[in-house]
């Protein structure tokens, strides 16, 4: 049995007047699972406010895996995830309370949050990474291509579950296994488009970093990642 898990919540992203078929991102991570073939997935998805932290609280995290990673993949705009409509969903600040409360009594090693531009509320989000034993989240910084974005996470998640337990105590085997999961794209692929700008992968990412090592803090390490990867400004 995988003592790994995948937990997927997912907001709706389309009306079935816009696409019929309404798209997720389970399939594409469905794929990932059948080709690694090491760990499970749990998925469910979310309306409003209580029905994410039913759905985090009340059951993905009711597993029986010992290691557990956190997909959230919804509209973003500014502190609101999910809702179709605009300011819909939830605030940021609340979800990041109700992901807390499930870290604290389950083992939640990193988190991804596949939304537009709630990467740029950076103090939230390493405010939530060091009241918690969670060693990394990623997230976007403006309005991400569906598709585009949705191979990065799967990406991402591919290698940074191939982590040990022990490597989350270091915080360059954790920069080491985003180098790999992003270093098969291009930094200068125009990612977002926003007012009429372009905005390339390498300006539309924010990683956060908390090792589980004592005397360890929660830092912005977007700025390290880039230069890793030879994204950096020169």
């Known amino acids: 049995m995988s003592n790994a898990a995948l937990l997927v919540i997912e907001g709706l992203w389309w009306t079935p007047e816009q696409k019929p078929k309404r798209p997720s991102v389970l399939q594409f991570l469905e794929g990932l699972e059948?080709?690694?073939?090491?760990f499970n997935i749990y998925y469910a998805n979310f309306y409003e406010k209580t029905g994410f932290r039913r759905a985090l609280e009340d059951d993905l995290t009711n597993t029986r895996e010992d290691r557990l990673f956190l997909y959230v993949a919804a509209h973003g705009t500014g502190k609101r995830i999910g809702g179709l409509k605009a300011k819909t969903g939830m605030k940021l600040p609340a979800m990041f309370r109700v992901v807390q409360n499930a870290a604290n009594y389950s083992n939640i090693e990193g988190v991804l949050i596949g939304s537009c531009s709630v990467g740029n509320n950076i103090d939230d989000f390493i405010s939530m990474t060091s009241n918690s034993h969670i060693a990394w989240i990623f997230g976007y910084t403006c309005e991400i291509g569906w598709m585009a974005s949705?191979?990065?996470?799967?990406?991402?998640?591919?290698?940074?579950?191939?982590?040990?337990?022990?490597?989350?105590?270091?915080?360059?085997?954790?920069?080491?296994?985003?180098?790999?999961?992003?270093?098969?794209?291009?930094?200068?692929?125009?990612?977002?488009?926003?007012?009429?700008?372009?905005?390339?992968?390498?300006?539309?990412?924010?990683?956060v970093v908390q090792p589980r090592s004592i005397g360890c803090k929660a830092q912005d390490e977007t700025r390290n990642l880039l230069d890793k990867l030879g994204w950096g400004k020169k």
Do not use: Q
């Open 150 to 207: 949705t191979l990065i996470d799967v990406s991402i998640f591919e290698h940074l579950m191939k982590l040990k337990k022990s490597d989350l105590k270091s915080r360059k085997k954790i920069l080491d296994a985003f180098e790999k999961a992003l270093g098969r794209f291009n930094g200068d692929y125009v990612l977002c488009k926003m007012k009429g700008k372009n905005i390339p992968l390498k300006d539309a990412i924010t990683l």
């Open 34 to 38: 059948s080709y690694r073939g090491d």
